[in-house]
């Protein structure tokens, strides 16, 4: 139990649907983040919510549109992806994302998604 | 941003000690050097971090060269659930963009029985 739940763990789903991923952390923390995992890649920063704002998009196409109702809660919507797309997609949290703080990244599991 | 340079792969042998090298000579005077390491099937998990000195935790060792160019971090007695990739990453002590995790491609290390 790493206090970071992903939903669902596995996804298929072709290029003209649309479905979310779903991430909860339950360790009261403020940040929280989307990276992706492609096979043989390293992970890739996708977005930074701070406090329910987005703090950073790292030119992420807008096919993938995030979203954080509250700081616990942290959403990926998809919508017409690309086979290229398929990863494994990980949610994270820390404590804060601004300030001199060090603070250590908890990771969910992760969701993989396969585009067909 | 400052690179880290880890071997792709290494082995080990159960219950003896790991030494996981990490190049950082780029590293500036406010970066912090931290481990991460991720199971199979697993999203990746705090090991340690450090600036200057030596650190120790439950779960290993943190040692880093005098000029700071270089650490090791050091399993003392690898088990088979140490089988993981290993990923030393620099990460500035604020908080911002400057302070963002960024991976690269880690150290892929097997345990033998």
């Given at each position: 139990?790493?206090?970071?739940?992903?939903?669902?763990?596995?996804?298929?789903?072709?290029m003209?649907?649309?479905?979310?991923?779903?991430?909860?952390?339950?360790?009261?923390?403020?940040?929280?983040?989307?990276?992706?995992?492609?096979?043989?890649k390293?992970?890739?920063?996708?977005?930074?919510?701070?406090?329910?704002?987005?703090?950073?998009?790292?030119?992420?196409?807008?096919?993938?549109?995030?979203?954080?109702?509250?700081?616990s809660?942290?959403?990926?919507?998809?919508?017409?992806?690309?086979?290229?797309?398929?990863?494994?997609?990980?949610?994270?949290?820390?404590q804060?994302?601004s300030?001199?703080?060090?603070?250590e990244?908890?990771?969910?599991?992760?969701?993989?998604?396969?585009?067909? | 941003?400052?690179?880290?340079?880890?071997?792709?792969?290494?082995?080990?042998?159960?219950?003896e000690?790991?030494?996981?090298p990490?190049?950082?000579?780029?590293?500036?005077?406010?970066?912090?050097?931290?481990?991460?390491?991720?199971?199979?099937s697993?999203?990746?998990?705090?090991?340690?971090?450090?600036?200057?000195?030596?650190?120790?935790?439950?779960?290993?060792?943190?040692?880093?060269?005098e000029d700071?160019?270089?650490?090791?971090?050091?399993?003392?007695r690898?088990?088979?659930?140490d089988?993981?990739?290993?990923?030393?990453?620099?990460?500035?002590?604020?908080?911002?963009?400057?302070?963002?995790l960024?991976?690269?491609?880690?150290?892929?290390?097997?345990?033998?029985?």
């Amino acid at each position: 139990e790493t206090g970071v739940t992903q939903t669902p763990r596995h996804l298929v789903m072709g290029m003209t649907n649309k479905k979310s991923l779903k991430c909860e952390q339950h360790l009261g923390h403020n940040a929280m983040y989307w990276y992706k995992q492609s096979a043989k890649k390293p992970l890739e920063l996708m977005f930074v919510y701070n406090f329910k704002e987005q703090t950073e998009n790292n030119s992420v196409p807008s096919r993938f549109s995030p979203e954080c109702p509250n700081s616990s809660h942290l959403f990926l919507h998809l919508h017409t992806l690309q086979p290229e797309d398929s990863a494994l997609y990980l949610c994270a949290s820390s404590q804060d994302w601004s300030g001199g703080v060090t603070g250590e990244l908890f990771f969910g599991e992760g969701s993989r998604l396969t585009v067909l | 941003d400052a690179k880290t340079t880890q071997p792709n792969s290494m082995e080990s042998n159960e219950e003896e000690p790991v030494h996981l090298p990490c190049n950082h000579s780029t590293i500036s005077g406010t970066d912090y050097i931290h481990w991460y390491r991720q199971l199979p099937s697993q999203g990746p998990e705090y090991v340690i971090h450090g600036l200057t000195s030596n650190v120790n935790n439950r779960m290993a060792s943190l040692a880093i060269a005098e000029d700071r160019k270089s650490s090791t971090l050091i399993l003392h007695r690898a088990t088979l659930r140490d089988a993981a990739v290993y990923y030393c990453i620099l990460r500035l002590n604020y908080g911002g963009s400057q302070g963002n995790l960024i991976f690269g491609k880690g150290t892929k290390l097997s345990v033998k029985p």
